[in-house]
Structures are given as structure tokens and as C-alpha cells.
């Protein structure tokens, strides 16, 4: 079944256009709500957001929604996404909402949801959602309405969770670290978290206007950090999105780090700690040269669709505990139930600090190799998958680049185009080999 609201993250798009009116998230909330009533005679949901200056609009018409379906509200004000997730399980409630739009910029909005253990819900509830948003409401009447409150100090519980996913015997003292926040829901959440580990810390993008979100700062535009660890000496930085759920760093150099390598960073620390890592799942576009440094340590990878949702769909279904996309969603099942951009910094800083040794020693066995993208526009009608001229181009270059490299190729989502992705430990041989497979589309 498709959805008409649901993407591949929640619902998300611009403020002031269907679905991110405050008449649809009204509606959203008396929905989400008449759902949840179906288990829990009173359900008490949690709600979070970023800091776009449209979160207080769509979290009144939400918790409004919400009420009218016989639903309590908790509020907490600015928080990252996974700091709603932690409080969700925690405090034993039956939903968590997230009013953030993640990386994107702040004319753009949307909404998340969380089960009560914490978790990203199934297709399966989304399209019950959608279903009920079809129906005329069931107003309750005034006995049965919900009620709203302020929780008292989300930011600090979340940050004492946070601290608790790094090791007890180890600190961060002696290491100067830059902290940029994207302007965003980690702006008084992430500096105390490496503050409170021992970490001299130096704050960058941590002042929110409700309009700056993302705008030059944080794991989207990482050239900030960059230039902030040099003019600070910093020996690391670390760069969240606007809902601190990914993370990008800097080492002193000012060499940037993704996702794919610090995945690997997880996955070596463990093994050095003598613990059992069966596998770990990155996805469609996670380097190659990743999947051979962890196979060639007994480490069994697997590759999911794009989107940590179904990264942690793959994880769950194997019992395994690590897995990531090279933008930065990074996931560590033991330590908490999404990603984490804050947690997964820590993680990393911990490999560092129990090692003795650097990111780029820790990572001598990998280099990455060449991906070379490029986008085809398709014409209209144009079934890209019936080209058979296409299908004997990949076969060839598949034989072609054998072990040393892969092809992938898939639509856009959300644009007319064909995305044709070419690895290869040349980069001549990729760019070559990319540009010959798109020859065959634009033909």
C-alpha cells in the first residue's frame, strides 16, 4: 500500500503548504490519538521539536488534536530527536512526536513518531494513521479531553543519558573539542554533554533564532567545523544536524570523517574489548571498501535500503547491535534505540580515548574508495528499467569491475531522475564506467 503523507521519515515539507498547515496537524493529532485509544484506555504522549520558529504553531494544533481524542500531552520544549525517543522509554509513555524537518532548512517542518520502547513505528501503523485521517472525527466530550504539561527538566535527564553511554573509567580530559549544533535542537544539550566528560569545549552554531537552523552550520555544512577546530587548535570537532540525530567529525587536521568510517571505528572498538559483533549493516551507498576491512575481521555485513529506519529494520531482524549510513545516522542497539548523533560522538571519542590512538590510525586498514554519482533526467514516460541497452551496460561493467567495485543504480524519490552510483578503487575507472551507463539513459 503507498502512503499519501508518510515518506521515508515521518511527514515532512514546507510550512504553510498541505500537510505542514495547522489544520492537518490538528487532524494528525486527533488521528495518531483515536489509534492509540484503540490500546490504552489514556494514552499520554510526548512532544518534542527543534527550533524553527514553526514548531510552536504545529505544536499547539498537534497537542490540540491530541486533547480532543481523549489524549495527554507532555511538552519539553527544544530537544533532539533522540533525546524524545530516550524519554518516550523511560518515562514509560505511549508515543513520542518529533516537530523537526532534521537537516533541512527552517522554512521546511515535519513530524516523527516513536513507539513506547523508544522505536521508529512499522509501515503498518502509518497506514492506520492515514486510514483514520480518512474518517470524521470522534470529538470527546469535556470529562474525556486530555491535558497538557510542561516536563521539568527533559534537557537534563537526556543529558545524564547521554553521558551514561560512555565508559565510567574514561573522561575526555586533556582534548579540546568543538561543538556545532546546526543552530538546532542540541544547542543546550550537546556543549554540557562533553563539558561534563572533562572535554574543554568550544560552541559553534548554539544560538538558535528560530530561522538559522542549519544555515551554514552543523553536519550538512561541516566547512564551519572545519574551520573552527583550526582556529581554535581543537583536536576534534563534532558536528550534529538540526535534530542532532547524525554526526559528522573533525580531527586537527581538519580532515572530515562520515558515517562509513566511523561505523567501522564502532565495530573495531567493540572487537578490541573482546566482545562478539556476528555483523553490521550499513546500506545501498555505504563504501565498499568499509564492507571489506569488516569482512576481512570476521565481521558479517549486510546492506539496506537508504534510511536508518531500515538499517534498524535489518539490525532487529538479525540481533545485531551496529549499523549506519555514510551521512551520519549511526546506531548502537545497546546503547539506545535510534540514532544518536550525540551518543554515536561519544562512542567514537571512546574508541579514541581507550585506544591511545587516532582516528586516522584507527582507520589505517580502510580507504575509501571513489564513488562517482551521476543524476539522469528522465523524460516523461521514459521506463528507465525496460532499457535494455541499460541492462547490458551494467551487466558489462559488473563483469568489469569484478571485487574491485559495483554499480548502483536507482530513481530519485522525490524527483524525476535516475541516480547511477559507480565504486571502484580507480576513480578513473568509476567516473569511465559511471558515465557509460548514463550515456545509455540519456540516449
Known amino acids: 500500500m503507498s502512503r499519501t503523507y508518510f515518506g521515508t521519515d515521518g511527514i515532512r515539507g514546507t510550512v504553510g503548504q498541505a500537510p505542514i498547515t495547522p489544520d492537518f496537524m ?107 485521517l480518512a474518517q470524521p472525527p470522534q470529538w470527546v466530550d469535556s470529562a474525556q479531553l486530555g491535558k497538557a504539561r510542561r516536563l521539568d527538566d527533559a534537557r537534563g535527564r537526556y543529558i545524564e543519558f547521554c553521558k551514561n553511554t560512555f565508559s565510567s573509567d574514561l573522561s575526555l580530559k586533556g582534548l579540546k573539542i568543538v561543538v556545532d549544533a546546526a543552530h538546532g535542537a542540541a544547542y543546550h544539550v550537546a556543549p554540557d554533554v562533553f563539558h561534563e566528560l572533562d572535554a574543554e569545549v568550544v560552541c559553534i552554531g548554539c544560538k538558535p533564532d528560530g530561522v538559522n537552523i542549519n544555515a551554514g552550520f552543523g553536519a550538512t555544512a561541516p566547512a564551519a567545523l572545519v574551520q573552527a577546530v583550526r582556529d581554535n587548535g581543537a583536536d576534534y570537532g563534532v558536528a550534529l544536524d538540526g535534530d542532532a540525530d547524525r554526526l559528522q567529525l573533525v580531527d586537527a587536521s581538519g580532515r572530515l570523517y562520515n558515517g562509513d568510517e566511523l561505523l567501522h571505528v564502532m565495530v573495531t572498538d567493540r572487537l578490541a574489548q573482546g566482545q562478539v559483533v556476528p555483523g553490521a549493516v550499513g546500506t545501498l551507498m555505504t563504501n565498499m571498501a568499509v564492507e571489506l576491512a569488516l569482512k576481512s575481521l570476521g565481521v558479517d555485513f549486510v546492506r539496506a535500503k537508504v534510511g536508518d529506519r531500515y538499517v534498524l529494520e535489518e539490525l532487529s531482524a538479525r540481533g545485531w547491535l551496529l549499523g549506519g549510513e555514510g551521512s551520519g545516522h549511526l546506531l548502537a542497539l545497546d546503547k539506545h534505540t535510534t540514532g544518536d548523533g550525540i551518543v554515536s560522538a561519544l562512542q567514537v571519542l571512546q574508541a579514541i580515548a581507550r585506544s591511545g590512538r587516532t ?20 523524460r516523461p514516460d521514459q521506463d528507465w528499467k525496460a532499457n535494455r541497452q541499460l541492462a547490458d551496460a551494467h551487466a558489462a561493467v559488473t563483469r568489469e569491475l569484478g571485487n574491485a567495485g559495483r554499480v548502483l543504480i536507482r530513481p530519485s524519490g522525490t524527483e524525476p531522475l535516475v541516480r547511477v552510483m559507480v565504486e571502484a578503487r580507480d576513480s578513473a575507472l568509476a567516473k569511465h564506467c559511471a558515465e557509460r551507463l548514463a550515456d545509455t539513459l540519456r540516449a
Open 26 to 132: 490538528l487532524s494528525l493529532g486527533h488521528a495518531v490519538g483515536r489509534v492509540l485509544k484503540r490500546d490504552e484506555k489514556k494514552p499520554t504522549v510526548l512532544i518534542g521539536k527543534d527550533t524553527r520558529i514553526s514548531g510552536y504553531m504545529i505544536e499547539s494544533a498537534l497537542e490540540a488534536g491530541f486533547a480532543s481524542a481523549g489524549v495527554d500531552v507532555l511538552l519539553t520544549g527544544p530537544l533532539p530527536t533522540p533525546g524524545v525517543a530516550y524519554l518516550t522509554r523511560a518515562l514509560r509513555l505511549d508515543l513520542g512526536v518529533v516537530i523537526s524537518a532534521s537537516h533541512n532548512p527552517y522554512g521546511d517542518n515535519g513530524i516523527k513518531f516513536f513507539s513506547a520502547r523508544g522505536e521508529k513505528l512499522s509501515d503498518a501503523w502509518e497506514h492506520d494513521v492515514e486510514a483514520t
Open 359 to 378: 582516528l586516522p590510525e584507527l582507520l589505517s586498514d580502510v580507504t575509501l574508495f571513489p564513488q562517482v554519482l551521476i543524476n539522469v533526467k528522465l
